[in-house]
C-alpha cells in the first residue's frame, strides 16, 4: 500500500513539472493570452490594442505579429516552416523570445532584404547557420480575401540568429523575422494577424 502510495505521488510530481514546463514554454512564446484571426490579416492593429487595453486593464502589454506558413529550402533540402513577423519594440515586453536567443540577434527591418531568425531545431535540420541565406517560398501572396489574384512569391534571407524555444514542436517549424519585413514579403504592410498579451501578475 505504501509503495503504491509512493508511486503515485512520484506520477502526480512528475506530471505536475511537466505541465508547469509545458506551460512556462508556452507563456513564453506567446505570451498569456493569444488573440488571433483565421481569415483576412487584421488592417489597423492599433485599434484592436486600443480596445483590448480599454476593457482589460489587466493586459500589462500586448504585441503584434504576422503569423503564416510557407516553405524554407536551403543546399541541404526543403521543409515546412511557420513564419512569424515580431515587432522589436514590444516582442520583449509581452514574450520571453529575445531571452530564447542562444547566438546572433534579432532580426532587423531592411529594404528588399529579410533577416529571419531559425529555431535550433529547423537551423540543424536546414544545416544552416549564422551569415547563412535560405530561400522563403510562399504559394500565395496577396489579397487573402480575392484568390484569383493570389500569386507565389520566393525570396532568399539571411540568417541573423538561432533561437532555443524549449519544445521540439516550436524548435523545428518556427523562424522570426522582422514585422515590416514579413508585411512587405506578403504585400500586407499594415497588416496583423495575431496579439500576444502579457497579464499584471497580481499581488
Known amino acids: ?80 516552416a511557420i513564419l512569424e513577423g515580431i515587432d522589436l519594440e514590444t516582442v520583449g515586453e509581452a514574450t520571453d523570445l529575445p531571452k530564447m536567443l542562444l547566438k546572433g540577434r534579432l532580426p532587423n527591418y531592411r529594404p528588399g532584404q529579410i533577416e529571419v531568425v531559425l529555431g535550433k531545431a529547423l537551423a540543424q535540420k536546414m544545416n544552416v547557420t549564422l551569415g547563412d541565406q535560405i530561400r522563403l517560398i510562399a504559394p500565395f501572396v496577396g489579397d487573402r480575401s480575392d484568390s484569383e489574384n493570389l500569386i507565389p512569391r520566393a525570396t532568399t534571407a539571411d540568417v541573423v540568429g538561432v533561437v532555443g524555444l524549449g519544445m521540439y514542436d516550436y524548435d523545428s517549424r518556427f523562424l522570426y523575422a522582422h514585422l515590416n519585413s514579413v508585411q ?20
Open 184 to 203: 512587405e514579403f506578403f504585400n500586407q504592410t499594415g497588416s496583423v494577424t495575431s496579439f500576444k498579451m502579457k497579464i499584471k501578475t497580481r499581488a
Open 1 to 80: 500500500m505504501a509503495l503504491g502510495v509512493l508511486a503515485l505521488t512520484v506520477v502526480t510530481s512528475v506530471i505536475n513539472g511537466f505541465e508547469g514546463e509545458l506551460v512556462r514554454v508556452i507563456s513564453g512564446i506567446n505570451g498569456d493570452v493569444i488573440l488571433y484571426t483565421r481569415g483576412t490579416p487584421i488592417s489597423q492593429p492599433e485599434v484592436i490594442e486600443q480596445k483590448v487595453k480599454s476593457v482589460a486593464p489587466e493586459v500589462q502589454a500586448i504585441t503584434s505579429s504576422f503569423v503564416t506558413e510557407l516553405m524554407i529550402s536551403s543546399p541541404s533540402g526543403v521543409s515546412g
